[in-house]
C-alpha cells in the first residue's frame, strides 16, 4: 500500500477561509423557517383544541397567544412562512431554469429577505 502523508492535507473549505454566500444563506433559512413553520402549526393546533375542548382551555391559550411572548412569536411565524414561500417560489423559477446565474441568484436571496419582512409589514398594517 502507498505511504500516504494525511497529515499535512488542507481541509476545505475550512471555516477560517470560507465565506457563506447569501444563496447558502437563503438556503439555510429556508429549512429553519420551514421547521418553524411546523412548530408554529402546533400553537394553532393547540388553539383550535382548546377552543373545542372547554372555555377555560380556550381562555388559557388564547391568552398566551394574545400576550406580548406570543404576539412576537405569532408575527415571527408569519416572517417564515413569507421568507419560505419566497424560497419555494424561487425553486420554482429555477425548476424553469430561469435566474439561475451567480449574480442574479445573490439578489433574490436579498429580496427574499427584504420581501418577508416587507410582507409582514404590510400585514401587520392592514390588521
Given at each position: ?35 418553524g ?64 446565474q ?10 427574499m ?15
Amino acid at each position: 500500500m502507498a505511504d500516504v502523508n494525511r497529515g499535512n492535507r488542507p481541509l476545505s473549505p475550512h471555516i477560517e477561509i470560507y465565506r457563506p454566500q447569501w444563496t447558502s444563506i437563503s438556503s439555510i433559512m429556508v429549512r429553519i423557517t420551514g421547521i418553524g413553520c411546523l412548530l408554529a402549526s402546533v400553537l394553532v393546533v393547540a388553539w383550535l383544541l382548546a377552543a373545542a375542548t372547554s372555555e377555560a382551555a380556550f381562555n388559557s391559550v388564547d391568552w398566551l397567544l394574545r400576550s406580548i411572548l406570543g404576539q412576537l412569536v405569532l408575527i415571527a411565524a408569519m416572517w417564515g412562512i413569507f421568507y419560505h414561500m419566497l424560497g419555494r417560489l424561487r425553486h420554482v423559477i429555477w425548476d424553469f431554469g430561469y435566474l439561475v446565474q451567480v449574480p442574479v441568484s445573490e439578489t433574490m436571496a436579498k429580496g427574499m429577505f427584504i420581501g418577508a419582512t416587507v410582507l409582514t409589514l404590510l400585514v401587520l398594517i392592514a390588521v
